[in-house]
C-alpha cells in the first residue's frame, strides 16, 4: 500500500527516507509511527498500511538513517538483535527528535486538518515521549519506551495528550523506572499511563515471538481511540 519517500532535514543538510501509506480518500490526519531498533522492518510497515485503512495518513521515517541507513531487522533472529542494540548504542536521540520534528512539519502540510499524532515502540516509545515534551505534535503514544524515567525532568513541557503502555513484566523497564513515571506523571491532566501484567517488553509487535495477542490488542485498541479523540 505505501511507498518510500524523501523528507529534508530541518537543517536544509539532507534526506532521509520514510515508509509513507495514505488512505483511499483524504486522510483525517497524520500519523508518524516511530521504529523499534530493528528499522522500518515489515512490522512497521504493516502498522502504517493499517493507520491508512483506518483514514490516515502514515509516515515511518528511518530514525537509523545516519547508523546504517534502510536497516531492517529481526528481533527473533539472535544476530540481528545484537546488530540491533550495536545501531541503538550510536543513535543521536537529539538529532533523532530532530528528524521526527521534519517528518511531522512534512506530514502536517499533507492533510487539511493539520492535525498530527505519533506512536511509537520501544526506542519510538521514548521518542514519542520526547516528542510530547519537545515538539508540537497533537497527541502522543508511546510504547514500553525504555529510559522515559531519566527524563522525567521534560515532562513539565507536555502540552497535549500523552497515553503510555508498559509491560507489567518489562526485563528492560524494572518496577524501579515505572513507580518513578508513575509518581511524575500521574498527576498530569495530560497523560494517561497503562500496565499490562504478566507480559514483557514488546509485546506489542506486530509479529514474532514477543506478541502477546490480548495485551497487544487491548493496547492497540486504547491507541485507536485516543487517536480518534484528539485527531478526529
Given at each position: 500500500?505505501?511507498?518510500?519517500?524523501?523528507?529534508?532535514?530541518?537543517?536544509?543538510?539532507?534526506?532521509?527516507?520514510?515508509?509513507?501509506?495514505?488512505?483511499?480518500?483524504?486522510?483525517?490526519?497524520?500519523?508518524?509511527?516511530?521504529?523499534e531498533?530493528?528499522?522500518?522492518?515489515?512490522?512497521?510497515?504493516?502498522?502504517?498500511?493499517?493507520?491508512?485503512?483506518?483514514?490516515?495518513?502514515?509516515?515511518?521515517?528511518?530514525?537509523?538513517?545516519?547508523?546504517?541507513?534502510?536497516?531492517?531487522?529481526?528481533?527473533?533472529?539472535?544476530?540481528?538483535?545484537?546488530?540491533?542494540?550495536?545501531?541503538?548504542?550510536?543513535?543521536?536521540?537529539?538529532?533523532?527528535?530532530?528528524?521526527?520534528?521534519?517528518?511531522?512539519?512534512?506530514?502536517?502540510?499533507?492533510?487539511s486538518?493539520?492535525?498530527?499524532?505519533?506512536?511509537?515502540?520501544?526506542?519510538g516509545?521514548?521518542?514519542?515521549?520526547?516528542?510530547?515534551?519537545?515538539?508540537?505534535?497533537?497527541?502522543?503514544?508511546?510504547?514500553?519506551g525504555?529510559?522515559?524515567?531519566g527524563?522525567?525532568?521534560?515532562?513539565?513541557?507536555?502540552?497535549n495528550?500523552?497515553?503510555?503502555?508498559?509491560?507489567?513484566?518489562?526485563?528492560?523497564?524494572?518496577?524501579?523506572?515505572?513507580?518513578?513515571?508513575?509518581?511524575?506523571?500521574?498527576?498530569?491532566?495530560?497523560?494517561?499511563?497503562?500496565?499490562?501484567?504478566?507480559?514483557?517488553?514488546?509485546?506489542?509487535?506486530?509479529?514474532?515471538?514477543?506478541?502477546?495477542?490480548?495485551?497487544?490488542?487491548?493496547?492497540?485498541?486504547?491507541?485507536?481511540?485516543?487517536?480518534?479523540?484528539h485527531?478526529?
Amino acid at each position: 500500500m505505501g511507498s518510500m519517500i524523501a523528507i529534508e532535514t530541518l537543517q536544509h543538510d539532507g534526506n532521509f527516507n520514510a515508509y509513507a501509506a495514505a488512505p483511499a480518500g483524504a486522510p483525517k490526519a497524520a500519523i508518524i509511527v516511530i521504529q523499534e531498533i530493528f528499522g522500518i522492518n515489515p512490522g512497521i510497515r504493516a502498522r502504517c498500511d493499517r493507520w491508512a485503512e483506518a483514514g490516515y495518513l502514515a509516515i515511518a521515517p528511518d530514525l537509523f538513517w545516519r547508523v546504517q541507513p534502510g536497516v531492517e531487522l529481526d528481533p527473533d533472529v539472535p544476530e540481528e538483535f545484537q546488530q540491533a542494540i550495536d545501531n541503538m548504542m550510536k543513535f543521536d536521540t537529539d538529532k533523532g527528535i530532530s528528524d521526527i520534528e521534519a517528518a511531522i512539519r512534512a506530514a502536517r502540510a499533507q492533510v487539511s486538518s493539520g492535525k498530527v499524532g505519533i506512536v511509537g515502540y520501544c526506542l519510538g516509545g521514548k521518542m514519542s515521549y520526547l516528542a510530547a515534551t519537545r515538539t508540537d505534535v497533537d497527541a502522543s503514544v508511546g510504547y514500553y519506551g525504555g529510559g522515559i524515567d531519566g527524563l522525567l525532568g521534560e515532562a513539565h513541557a507536555i502540552a497535549n495528550p500523552l497515553m503510555l503502555h508498559f509491560a507489567g513484566d518489562d526485563h528492560f523497564i524494572n518496577a524501579e523506572a515505572l513507580a518513578k513515571i508513575h509518581a511524575e506523571l500521574n498527576g498530569n491532566r495530560h497523560v494517561t499511563i497503562h500496565e499490562y501484567p504478566g507480559v514483557d517488553h514488546g509485546f506489542a509487535t506486530e509479529s514474532g515471538k514477543r506478541r502477546v495477542e490480548q495485551a497487544a490488542s487491548l493496547a492497540d485498541s486504547r491507541t485507536s481511540a485516543f487517536f480518534a479523540e484528539h485527531l478526529g
